[in-house]
């Protein structure tokens, strides 16, 4: 089966755009349903930072699931504060069906072995419930959509894994039965690093059901070479996932074209900096 992504600009409304995303890769009916819970699961490093999925595109992709019986928006706790902390970046969107969840107070486990460590993980992220991974576009060679797992290991203390990352970002995915549905929010663009609230405004939705393909797709945006890519490298070895462009049927906006004004953002805001730095 062919992987389609779709690229969707957000034009009116995050969820018009995000609607027109999903009839776009032939729908989810059978993730939307009265008998299945969602776990949304975001990027959010830094609550005080802006770098993670706005509240309009969660809202939206909320939306989408409009039959589930149950939708958690998941987060672990780190070292910047607990999950439930950051998870309030999207409070007003909360209530008796949505609800903030921590993955790292919840009794109901399952034991994984990632990277010869036993760890228990969160019952919720395991099917048949849904599982949702959602992050900002970015330009970073970790990761974005696939790199969201990490925040799946219950404990402070993930560093002890960056030097293995995609084998146990992987692991942690075949573990889960995979990545239903991942979202890449381009309402912003974070081209400089991920540490820096160094957004671009560029507003598109990345929408697929293969989350590898999406990845890969997100990364040629911003001007990645995505054979460069440990994470991607990795996954499409394991047949996970399709990491090629020219076996993905690209479904909205040209890749090209985004490409292009991506690049052209890129040196404008490299001209500036230079520019601040002669005048100091």
């Known amino acids: 089966m062919v992987s ?3 690229i969707v600009r957000i034009e009116d409304n995050a969820q018009t755009s995000f609607q027109r995303s999903i009839k776009l890769i032939g729908g989810i009916g059978d993730l939307n349903t009265s008998s299945r819970p969602v776990v949304i699961k975001p990027g959010v490093f830094e609550h005080r930072k802006k770098n993670h999925t706005t509240v309009e595109v969660m809202k939206a992709i909320v939306s989408g699931f409009n039959l589930a019986p149950r939708i958690l928006v998941a987060e672990s706790d780190n070292y910047k504060g607990t999950g439930l902390e950051r998870l309030q970046i999207w409070k007003q969107i909360y209530n ?3 609800q903030p969840f921590s993955l790292s107070e919840d009794k109901k486990t399952r034991q994984l072995t990632i990277n010869n460590e036993k760890i228990n993980f ?9 599982f949702v991974s959602t992050h900002v576009l970015r330009r970073f060679e970790q990761g974005t959509i696939l790199k969201n797992l990490l925040g799946l290991v219950p404990d402070r203390k993930k560093v002890r894994f960056h030097k293995v990352l995609p084998n146990a970002l992987l692991d942690m995915y075949e573990a889960i039965g995979g990545i239903d549905l991942a979202v890449i929010d381009g309402t912003f663009a974070y081209l400089e690093g991920v540490t820096k609230d160094n957004g671009k405004r560029i507003d598109i939705l990345i929408v697929g059901r293969d989350s590898v393909a999406v990845e890969a797709v997100g990364a040629e945006i911003v001007g990645m070479r995505t054979d460069k890519i440990p994470v991607l490298l990795e996954a499409a070895r394991r047949g996970l996932g399709e990491a090629d462009l020219n076996n993905i049927e690209l479904l909205g906006e040209s890749v090209e074209e985004l490409k292009e004004k991506v690049e052209s953002i890129r040196k404008t805001a490299k001209r500036k900096t230079v520019s601040k730095k002669k005048v100091k």
């Open 4 to 6: 389609k992504v779709a």
């Open 96 to 98: 008796e069906r949505v």
């Open 122 to 130: 969160s019952e919720a992220i395991f099917k048949p419930n849904v």
